[in-house]
């Protein structure tokens, strides 16, 4: 049964306060349903700090490793950081607070090297681990950890373009959903709703700096508005990426249910879609939903570094949607 972030923290507090805290956690939970916010509370009730994003201001005696900005990776050499940091001595005899967050993101041989870390580890030290998908996590990990699920908060409504997404991801199950032509299909429908996307963002932005011309162009100079217009097309750009990254988002909801369903979890991101991601899960091996979940985060790092957006699309979803 999964908590609430305010079940979560009555649970975890009272452990604290017996003495019975374990050495580690394992905080799951999708997008939304608090799993910093209960990691910054836990961490502070730890170490005796008042509250606050302990992500944002990493008090003394809380370390970090979280994927970089990259690779969108952890690395081994963050994971000898966080062991290494761990070995120090806490002021005035304080736990000490490891987080590793998206640890779905440990690359193999920094989760190697962390499994050592979960097996001894240091005096006085709390182990939080946080994932929106721990079935991908090695089992020798998840069982060295206490399970902490999180329950999804209210999730905003699907916009138009994803729930099309989700409608367009439903003919990846259609028995003649054979060969490349599918996957080709998709990458064409994705591509289109980007554009959409693009267009409604450019056209909104469009207007709201014309009212700006009209409203300041003779109590102002030309510099002011040109500065304005410089802002308009950062603005335009920055919502873009934010909802193009929403759409890739919904890519990995409908993989992530197809995991769950072909490892016999419940919960489901894209309930809508049931019956579809269950469909595929019994096509597909686990160790195929996995590759498939891979190339998704590849195509993830590739739109992060600028790679060039409509090739990387297609090569990922040659990848991932032909069966």
Same mark, same amino acid.
């Given at each position: 049964?999964?908590?609430?972030?305010?079940?979560?923290?009555?649970?975890?507090?009272?452990?604290?306060?017996?003495?019975?805290?374990?050495?580690?956690?394992?905080?799951?939970?999708?997008?939304?349903?608090?799993?910093?916010?209960?990691?910054?509370?836990?961490?502070?009730?730890?170490?005796?700090?008042?509250?606050?994003?302990?992500?944002?201001?990493?008090?003394?005696?809380?370390?970090?490793?979280?994927?970089?900005?990259?690779?969108?990776?952890?690395?081994?050499?963050?994971?000898?950081?966080?062991?290494?940091?761990?070995?120090?001595?806490?002021?005035?005899?304080?736990?000490?607070?490891?987080?590793?967050?998206?640890?779905?993101?440990?690359?193999?041989?920094?989760?190697?090297?962390?499994?050592?870390?979960?097996?001894?580890?240091?005096?006085?030290?709390?182990?939080?681990?946080?994932? +929106?998908?721990?079935? %991908?996590? *090695?089992?020798?990990? @998840?069982? #060295?950890?206490?399970?902490?699920? &999180? /329950?999804?908060?209210?999730?905003?409504?699907?916009?138009?373009?994803?729930?099309?997404?989700?409608?367009?991801?439903?003919?990846?199950?259609?028995? +003649?959903?054979?060969? %490349?032509? *599918?996957?080709?299909? @998709?990458? #064409?429908?994705?591509?289109?709703? &980007? /554009?959409?996307?693009?267009?409604?963002?450019?056209?909104?932005?469009?207007?709201?700096?014309?009212?700006?011309?009209?409203?300041?162009?003779?109590?102002?100079?030309?510099?002011?508005?040109?500065?304005?217009?410089?802002?308009?097309?950062?603005?335009?750009?920055?919502?873009?990426?934010?909802?193009?990254?929403?759409?890739?988002?919904?890519?990995?909801?409908?993989?992530?249910?197809?995991?769950?369903?072909?490892?016999?979890?419940?919960?489901?991101?894209?309930?809508?879609?049931?019956?579809?991601?269950?469909?595929?899960?019994?096509?597909?091996?686990?160790?195929?939903?996995?590759?498939?979940?891979?190339?998704?985060?590849?195509?993830?790092?590739?739109?992060?570094?600028?790679?060039?957006?409509?090739?990387?699309?297609?090569?990922?979803?040659?990848?991932?949607?032909?069966?």
């Amino acid at each position: 049964m999964a908590f609430t972030r305010s079940g979560a923290f009555e649970y975890l507090s009272r452990a604290h306060e017996n003495g019975r805290l374990a050495h580690a956690y394992l905080i799951s939970g999708p997008a939304g349903s608090g799993k910093r916010g209960l990691t910054s509370d836990l961490s502070n009730l730890v170490i005796g700090t008042k509250s606050g994003d302990v992500f944002a201001s990493q008090p003394p005696g809380v370390y970090l490793a979280e994927p970089e900005s990259k690779s969108r990776r952890i690395v081994i050499e963050q994971v000898r950081a966080l062991e290494h940091a761990l070995q120090m001595r806490s002021s005035e005899g304080r736990r000490k607070v490891a987080i590793v967050a998206d640890a779905d993101r440990l690359q193999p041989q920094a989760a190697n090297a962390f499994l050592k870390t979960l097996e001894e580890p240091p005096n006085d030290s709390l182990l939080i681990l946080l994932s +929106a998908m721990p079935e %991908v996590l *090695p089992d020798t990990i @998840l069982s #060295r950890c206490i399970a902490v699920p &999180l /329950a999804a908060d209210e999730k905003a409504a699907l916009s138009a373009e994803e729930k099309e997404l989700v409608e367009l991801l439903a003919t990846a199950v259609a028995p +003649a959903a054979k060969g %490349v032509q *599918p996957a080709y299909r @998709l990458a #064409r429908g994705f591509h289109r709703l &980007l /554009a959409q996307m693009r267009d409604a963002i450019q056209t909104e932005n469009a207007a709201a700096l014309k009212r700006e011309e009209a409203r300041y162009k003779q109590t102002t100079d030309g510099a002011w508005l040109d500065e304005r217009e410089d802002y308009f097309k950062a603005l335009t750009e920055s919502q873009y990426v934010r909802q193009r990254s929403r759409l890739v988002e919904t890519l990995f909801f409908w993989w992530s249910d197809v995991l769950r369903a072909s490892t016999g979890v419940k919960q489901r991101e894209l309930p809508s879609a049931q019956k579809q991601t269950e469909i595929l899960a019994q096509k597909l091996k686990t160790s195929e939903i996995l590759r498939r979940i891979r190339r998704l985060e590849e195509l993830r790092d590739h739109l992060g570094r600028n790679i060039q957006e409509a090739l990387a699309i297609e090569v990922a979803f040659l990848s991932v949607f032909t069966f």
